[in-house]
């Protein structure tokens, strides 16, 4: 038999209407007694009827935290999550917020919400935040990065082979001053892609022509761009951390009347519908959202198996899909 409120208040040494107040958040009890009750109702198995109604509430739900729905990128990455999780009978809370922040201000809504699991998708997941979620039985999962300093399961693409293809099909097409925009230097698909990329060409007997910075945007992959092309010597060839940089960089060599890829070689990274527009026809790595999305699905329905501290790294293969830019 389940234990009640008035087992608690027994034990406690307190009234039943002490003992409510305890669970609820705001209200007004010495702290000293609150958590008196609450070491009782822990020790006794008892669970409020607030928290009782939380948790079926809760059942079968995954947060997802992204940080840069702006890029086209996630939102297909959101819209395939959420069709993989309905299909499962799961909901979808999402949490946006600013690209480059971490989750910290977030941990005391998502644990209050207690999902299933967590998905996060281009935002810092700190230890603390990892540890917290582990604490209370949260599976994590990383999709499209890699965080070696937490331990949590992460799924992505293969971002240093994806770095080398581009190097290699450049070279392949004779181009000997090849650039690379690049994203946010601390993330893990920045590093990684441009790691492979510059093995490629070393391999080659090439070096890295120029380099820069577009913080992942179009307008910081145009500037940078711009910045390269209007140089007195211009790159013939510029590999981009994502296909919004690669797009810009493609609308910057046009405005100073450069063609693609008579002029200039231009290759992206995820392939994102607008890649394959007319207008752009835009050579890029594609991500296997799809595939990535099954193995997050995968590594959630496992939660009930398989031990909370027991983490997985999934490397996908991408593919390069050849188009018009390259």
Not at 61 to 81: E, I, K, M, Q
Not at 88 to 111: E, F, K, N, S, W
Not at 143 to 152: E, F, H, L
Not at 236 to 244: G, H, K, M, S, T
């Amino acid at each position: 038999m389940k234990p009640t409120a008035k087992q608690v208040a027994h034990e406690a040494g307190v009234s039943i209407s002490a003992v409510s107040r305890a669970f609820s958040p705001g209200s007004s009890i010495d702290p000293e007694k609150r958590q008196r009750i609450l070491q009782v109702a822990v020790q006794l198995g008892y669970t409020s009827p607030a928290r009782r109604t939380a948790e079926v509430i809760s059942a079968g739900t995954v947060t997802l935290v992204a940080g840069d729905l702006a890029n086209p990128f996630y939102p297909l990455v959101l819209d395939t999550l959420a069709k993989a999780l309905q299909a499962v009978g799961r909901q979808l809370l999402v949490y946006a917020i600013p690209p480059g922040t971490d989750m910290d201000h977030l941990t005391p809504q998502i644990l209050a919400a207690r999902p299933n699991a967590l998905v996060v998708t281009s935002a810092s997941l700190t230890s603390g935040m990892a540890l917290a979620c582990r604490q209370h039985g949260i599976r994590v999962v990383l999709v499209n990065r890699i965080q070696r300093d937490v331990r949590v399961n992460a799924v992505a693409c293969d971002n240093h082979a994806g770095g080398r293809d581009a190097a290699t099909f450049l070279m392949a097409r004779e181009r000997r001053r090849i650039g690379f925009i690049g994203g946010v230097a601390d993330t893990s698909t920045h590093r990684d892609r441009i790691t492979g990329f510059r093995e490629a060409l070393q391999e080659g007997g090439q070096s890295l022509f120029a380099e820069a910075t577009g913080g992942y945007t179009y307008r910081g992959g145009y500037t940078a761009a711009q910045a390269m092309l209007t140089n007195k010597v211009r790159p013939d060839a510029l590999f981009c951390c994502n296909d919004i940089m690669a797009l810009a960089a493609i609308d910057a060599a046009r405005e100073l009347g450069f063609s693609t890829p008579d002029d200039l070689s231009i290759i992206g990274f995820d392939d994102i519908p607008m890649a394959g527009w007319t207008s752009y026809r835009l050579t890029t790595i594609r991500q296997p959202i799809t595939r990535m999305i099954n193995e997050v699905v995968d590594l959630i329905e496992a939660g009930a198996t398989v031990p909370i501290d027991e983490t997985t790294t999934s490397i996908l293969p991408g593919k390069l899909m050849v188009r018009g830019s390259a």
